[in-house]
């Protein structure tokens, strides 16, 4: 019988979903196309037909799991408030998902760490590619918050004329060299809940002074 549009698409977030957790779990290197069929309750025959290798799987992972898995940490940042507040929740809102949310700390598991070498599969540069663009991303999205340029950042978040203390938290003095050090936060805590999430900081304010006191004047 034919499969319907609907039942090649329920297959194929069925294999991108267990080849997030084999490759989170295992490695990429390590991870054989076999692994994640099996795991998604299909055959070799179900991966092939949808990915031509475990580098276009790889790379559709990331692709495919980057927006949707992290775009809910980020809504808090774009959300209306204090660019201090929402930099602070926005903080929270990641250590908790480390925690809580096995897709967002499988997807960082294997986006952020540093098994690059030449045990990888050749032609992975296409998911480093994907990496790289979403950090980057990130890094932007960064220094356009601190730089209090964002949409909507008049309303609560002291961008107005004047000066004092209306204007604190506006922005770091140095809106660049502020979102690359939350940006190694990012990375750092994502690494550290790879290794076990106990040990991350805790999931409140008290977690995120230090780097919300670099990010901000």
């Known amino acids: 019988m034919r499969r319907t549009a609907e039942e090649a698409a329920q297959t194929k977030a069925a294999l991108l979903e267990a080849a997030l957790f084999q490759f989170a779990e295992h490695g990429v290197a390590a991870t054989k196309l076999a692994d994640v069929a099996q795991r998604a309750g299909l055959t070799r025959g179900a991966v092939y037909h949808h990915f031509t290798d475990k580098t276009a799987l ?3 992972v990331i692709a495919n799991s980057w927006d949707s ?3 809910p940490v980020w809504a808090v940042l774009d959300s209306d408030g204090p660019v201090e507040d929402r930099l602070r929740e926005f903080l929270v809102a990641w250590l908790r998902r480390l925690r809580e949310d096995r897709h967002f700390r499988a997807l960082l598991t294997i986006t952020l760490n540093a098994s690059y070498g030449p045990d990888q ?9 994907s990496k790289s663009y979403g950090l980057a991303d990130w890094l932007q999205r960064l220094e356009t918050f601190l730089a209090g340029k964002r949409d909507g950042d008049g ?19 140095d809106p660049s060299g502020a979102a690359a050090g939350i940006l190694a936060w990012l990375c750092g805590t ?4 790879a290794t076990d999430p106990d040990l991350l900081p805790p999931s409140d304010a008290s977690g995120v002074a230090l780097p919300l006191r670099g990010a901000l004047p």
């Open 58 to 60: 790889y790379a559709a």
């Open 69 to 71: 898995v992290t775009a």
């Open 155 to 173: 309303a609560g978040a002291g961008t107005g004329a004047g000066t004092g203390a209306g204007q604190r938290g506006t922005h770091a003095d």
């Open 121 to 129: 599969p050749e032609g992975i540069s296409d998911g480093r590619a």
């Open 190 to 193: 994502a690494l550290l809940a």
